[in-house]
Each structure stands twice: as C-alpha cells, then as structure tokens.
C-alpha cells in the first residue's frame, strides 16, 4: 500500500432530509451519515486517506442537491461527488437527467465538483436498451470532461463494453467490478475481459467484502482475492481504483479492516502500480490534484 489513498467510493446521507428510497431501519445502518462520520472513519485508515469520491446513495433530486452541498462547503472529504442517472425525457437539454440542475449549477459556481454521473440498473435489461437517453448521457459526460459509472450485474457487462465502444472519448468506472459479492466464475471473467478490451474502461475494487464471522474468513479472502487478481490481470492496476463502499461495508468490516483485507486480496505490485491503484488513476478520473 502507499502512503496515502483515494477512496473513490463512499456514500452519505441524511434520512430526516431526504427520502433514501431503499433504507430500512433493519439494515443496521446509521440513519444520517455526514462528512464528519466520514472523517472519523478514514481516520483509522492505515494509509492515510487524502480525498473521497462521494457517490449518491439514491436518486432524487433533492438528494443529489444536499450531497453537492456537502462537497461544496467541506474540504477534501468529501471530495469530488457522482450523482445518479434518472432520465428526463420531455427535457432535451437534460442529458443528464436529474442531475442536470446540479451539474448546471456546478458549473456557473465551481464549487460542487460533480466528477460523473452513475448508472445504477442492476435490475434491468441485459443490453441496457431500456435506459432513457444512454447515449446522450455519454455524450455530455464526454464533452464536459466527466466519468461515467455503472452498477451493473455481470451479465450486462458486455453492454457497458459496447457503450464505450460506442463512446471512445468517455472515461467509463465499473462499480465493484461488476461482481460486488457474487463469486468470480468464468462467466464473470469473460465479461470483464470484454470491458477490458475498451481502453478508457476502468473498475473499482469496491463492494467486494461479504464475511462478517471468523467462519468464512478464508473462503472470503479467497474469493476476494480472485476477483482481485483477474481485475488485475484483465485491466491492469492503471486501470482500477480503490473504494471502500463506506458505510455500507461497515455492516461487514470497520473501514480500517476494510483497507486492509483489499490490500491483502491484491497480488503484489510494483510501487507505481500500488500508486496508481490506491490514489494515482481516481485522481486523475476523479478531477483530483496528482499525488
């Protein structure tokens, strides 16, 4: 690991401001979960954590508006945020959807640092053809200098391959790999390889982490460790980033565990290549100063 980290995938929320459209009370998380949460978290990191990316936990607009807030008015944690994709058709210069309003005003005030936009559709069609406007999303993220990320199954990532390739000019993260904490069969492999093929495709090593007892600690470090070692081998570690998937992975793990059992999942890596993973490529996806 090296001394310092970008985690580019975290969330924050507030419940008593926002309507979370998936959160229960039996899921065991923290009802409003601020920057100063965070701080606390990364702060027992054991690589310091320099930056995060902010990614919206639901989709409304009103959400999308109180995380630009947070990363507007904070310092460096929050950093820059992703904000979710939910179509505007009758509204053709929304090629962001929803988030337009925000990016808009991101862009008269500097200050809201709106980095992407995610794609968030692991229910819906395989090829993705029932998304509103994917195209025109693409192109505005492209042109505007923006990522594109997606919250995919592994069957649709042959889709998110083609839309980059549709999309040569566009910076496309897949979210957890495309795997979160489903096993890396060969069906997975072969359709991350597919991604692979597009060279501005990159994935988060983020989500991964699913043991909570002693019992599973080996075939969950295994597993992992797979995944983590055909990322590797299929897109290089100049082409993935860290993220902790905070606080969701703290039902698992406290983040500190967290850092730690993905830098132990890793194969080894050369001082340049633990760089661009753990800081180097979310900074520069991301919109961040060079470490």
């Known amino acids: 690991m090296t001394d310092g980290v970008v985690d580019a995938h975290v969330h924050l929320w507030d419940t008593a401001a926002m309507r979370i459209s998936w959160f229960r009370d039996d899921l065991g998380l923290p009802a409003r979960v601020g920057p100063e949460d965070l701080e606390r978290a990364v702060a027992t990191s054991p690589a310091p954590v320099r930056a995060a990316v902010a990614v919206q936990a639901a989709d409304t607009d009103g959400e999308a508006r109180?995380?630009?807030r947070q990363s507007a008015t904070r310092g460096p944690l929050p950093g820059p945020v992703v904000l979710q994709y939910d179509a505007r058709p009758d509204d053709p210069h929304a090629w962001a959807g929803m988030a337009q309003a925000v990016i808009d005003d991101d862009v008269a005030t500097a200050g809201t640092r709106v980095a992407g936009i995610r794609l968030a559709v692991p229910g819906g069609a395989a090829d993705l053809t029932d998304v509103v406007g994917l195209d025109a999303l693409c192109e505005g993220l492209a042109a505007s200098g923006r990522v594109l990320e997606t919250l995919v199954r592994p069957d649709q990532l042959p889709a998110v391959a083609a839309l980059a390739g549709r999309h040569p000019a566009l910076d496309v993260v897949v979210c957890h790999l495309g795997l979160g904490t489903g096993d890396p069969d060969a069906s997975w492999r072969d359709a991350l390889a597919?991604?692979?093929a597009r060279p501005r495709a990159h994935a988060k090593l983020s989500g991964l982490h699913r043991a909570t007892s002693d019992d599973d600690a080996l075939d969950e470090a295994a597993r992992v460790a797979a995944a983590a070692r055909a990322a590797v081998d299929l897109l290089g570690p100049e082409r993935l980033v860290f993220g902790s998937d905070w606080p969701m992975s703290a039902r698992v793990a406290p983040?500190?565990?967290i850092v730690e059992r993905t830098a132990t999942a890793l194969p080894p890596l050369d001082g340049g290549a633990a760089t661009a993973v753990w800081s180097g490529t979310?900074?520069?996806?991301?919109g961040l100063d060079a470490p």
């Not at 979310?282 to 991301?286: E, I, P, S, T, V």
């Open 66 to 68: 109180w995380l630009a």
């Open 194 to 196: 597919v991604v692979a």
């Open 255 to 257: 983040y500190a565990e």
């Open 282 to 286: 979310a900074a520069h996806l991301y």
